[in-house]
Structures are given as C-alpha cells and as structure tokens.
C-alpha cells in the first residue's frame, strides 16, 4: 500500500536567488570534490551548500547547512507554497540519440516496512550516518527518494497529464547533460484525490536513494523514542519522494561498464582460454560490430576489449546452470542478472577479483556509456573495458520482491532526479 500526500514545499523565489539552472545540483551522492566547487562557484544559493555544506568559522557542515536554510527562508529566496499540493515533474533527454520523456510527481510518501517498500541494493552505514546528522540539523528533506510502481493503465500518468494541460511549467531548468527537467504545481483537489486513491494498492520499488529512504526510517523512530509528534503531511513520518511508473515509455536504465586496471600478470590470452571453458567467443575487427552483437542480445553477453589488442570480443553464456555450481542458494532472478555473471563468474573465477576487491573498487572502475568505456581505454592506463547491456526494469522488481540485493554498480536510472527544485520542511511537535 502507497500511501501519498500533497505538501506545501519550499521552492526557489527566482527573483531573489537568479538563474535556478545554477541553483539546482545533481543528487549528493553524484557530486565529487570537483562539482562541489563548481556548485560553490556557481551561486551563494546553490542548493549543495544545505546537502553537501562545508564546515564554517566553529560551525560543523551541519550546522553550516542549517544556518543557510534558516537565512534563505528568512530573507524569503526559499518561500513555502500556501496550498499544498503535488508537483508534476518531467524530464525530457536523450540516449544514444533516442528523446524521451519521464513523467513522475512530487509528493510526501509514508515510511513503510519492507512489504510496502521494497529495496534492491544493500546500504552502507557511513552514508546513513552523514545523512541522519544532517536531517537532525536542518529537519528538512533536500534530495528525492526515485520511486517506482506499477500502472500498466497509466491512470496516474493521465491525471497528471490533465493537471498541467495547456499550463507553462513553474520551473524550467537543465541540468549537464543537457536534459531539461520541468516542475508544475498541481493543486486540483480531485485530481489529487485520485491520485492518492489511485496510488493506494501500489507497491513501492526504491530506485534511487536507498540511504535516504532508511535515514528518514531511523529518524522517524528517534523522533518517536523522544517522544516528539509528527505533525500535519509535512511530519518526520512521510518523505520527499518522486514517482514513477515502472511502465512509463520514458523510464531508462542505462549500463555500468566495467574498466580493468592494477591486475598483475594479466594476460589477454590467458584470460580468453579461461573464458573459452564456458562462453562462446567471437572477435571483430570494428566496435559496431561488437555493438551490433550486444543490440541484439539481451542475455548474458558481453563485449569485451584487451588495451594491447585491436580486437574486439564478445562472450556469451553457453551455459545458464554453471551459476548453480556456487550460488545454488540465490533465487533464479538473482543468478540470471548480467552483472552477477559477470561479477562471480568473469571477475572473480577468471581474474581473482572477488568481493572484497569489488568493494574496495582496487582493480574496477565503473563508467557510463560503452563509447566513453572504450575511449578511457585507449587513452589511459586500464587494462581491459567490460562493455555490458543494461539491466532490465523488470529484474530490479523481481530482485526486490524477492528480497535480495544487486552487486553495486547494477543499475544506472537516468537521468538523476534535481535537487532543489523543491523541498519540505519537516513540521515536528517537540513538547
């Protein structure tokens, strides 16, 4: 059961703050050192100094990030809708030359155990830990939880669409990548309504932000162990998430491509008499032709290119029951995704690369988009590039109904979801 709520969230006041394309960032979790300075440097209102604040004067980053919050609402370049309501958000980009649209809405979702809300990666305590000091700070959500459901009658997607109809969006914005992301305000009553009632026999599916979803479940259960209140939609109870249909034309995964590197006494010949014993191995003089191959197939093939050869390989899985001989235990879901083949029969029985060495990223790097795979290859020092397909919608749904997790690095949704376009200040009881 989804349960689902209109807010009155705080949006930039553009005439105060300017340009909001150098407001808004991509999610924390995506922004390295380089793009925080870049943030830093695009505007004193970019939202990454409340997600990713640095410390100031004898304030800790934390702190810093509440300060912030409290002055920009005070001077009124953050300001609170006076109605609540749910904020229709498309995103239109391209892959590989292909347009799409993803349609999704803003809204509050209610914290939920496992049967309600189904998760596929495994979390990290580090990430929770720096997410729940700064939820204690601020009190506020910043960064949405990506949601999926399921709506093969795309009931939700038309009552969105009849929200915005004939409407020019609130805000406009693109992000890097040069993909444009819209955000209307949807205030109907009844079409809210139908959306909450349409919403209540789906079952939630974490795209992104696993962390987030499991700090806001712990904060939650601080803010009752002290014996706080969670008040009216905007309480600890519920938070900021944006919904998408698993069944939306617009929904992309994208492939995480695999780069060798560091590996001593690697051998490409060594690796491809290896590899013999359980895949069927083709080369090709050119990459569209391995590309091609992969287009093709969409299970348990992969391309495969040596920096010290021309050639180009594709393996493929003759077969399926070698998953049997070490992960008899897994669900069959589980052992039929690419990456986990990849990862436990490739990396790990051909190469020595197991778990530990994944987790500590001592021999991979992960990178997006098969053409860029290929021209690190070529320029840097890695060893080998792993070109993989992506992984289906339908497999991050089986994986989490079943309730086991991924390999890191499995799926890849796209494009990110903005941070600051809007957010919620948690309205919370203390006496």
Known sequence: MARVYPFKGYCYNEEKVGDLNKIVTQPYDKIDQNKQDYYYQESDYNIVRLILAREEG??????TAASYLNKWVKEDALVQDKEPGFYAYWQE????????????????????????????????????????????????????????????????????DKGVAERS????????????????????????????EAMMDKTLYIADGHHRYQTAV???????????????????????????????????????????????NFKIEDFIEKARKDFIIQEYDHKDDLFAVLDDNEEHIFGFKARKDQRYYSLRLEDNTIMERFLAERS????????????????????????????????????????????????????????????????????????????????????????????????????
Not at 108 to 121: I, M, N, P
Not at 175 to 193: A, C, M, P, R, S
């Open 58 to 63: 004898e304030q800790d980053r934390y702190q």
């Open 93 to 160: 980009y391209k892959v590989e030359g292909k347009k799409y649209t993803r349609k999704g809405f803003v809204g509050l979702g209610k914290l939920e155990g496992e049967e309600g809300v189904k998760a596929h990666e495994n979390t990290l305590e580090g990430p929770k830990a720096d997410r729940l000091n700064l939820i204690r700070a601020t009190e506020a959500n910043f960064g949405h939880i990506f949601m999926l459901y399921s709506d093969p009658k795309k009931t939700i997607l038309e009552l969105l």
């Open 169 to 196: 969006p609130a805000i406009k914005v693109n992000d890097e990548d040069g993909n444009t992301h819209l955000l209307w305000k949807i205030t109907d009553q009844v079409i809210i309504k139908n959306i909450q």
């Open 218 to 264: 712990n904060y939650r259960n601080e803010c009752y162990a002290k014996g706080w209140q969670s008040t009216d939609n905007e309480g600890f109870n519920h938070r900021l998430m944006t919904f998408i249909n698993i069944d939306d034309p617009g929904l992309n995964i994208l492939a995480t491509h695999r780069m060798l590197y560091g590996l001593s």
């Open 332 to 431: 069959a879901y589980w052992k039929n995704l690419d990456v986990v083949i990849l990862h436990k029969v490739i990396l790990e029985q051909y190469l020595g690369i197991d778990e530990q060495a994944l987790a500590a990223k001592s021999n991979i790097d992960y990178v997006r988009y098969r053409e860029t795979a290929l021209n690190k290859l070529a320029e840097g020092n890695y060893q080998a590039a792993f070109i993989l397909n992506p992984t289906k919608v339908a497999e991050v749904k089986n994986i989490a109904d079943e309730n086991e997790r991924m390999p890191q690095k499995s799926t890849d949704f796209y494009p990110k979801l903005l941070t600051g376009l809007v957010i919620n200040r948690l309205n919370i009881k203390k006496d």
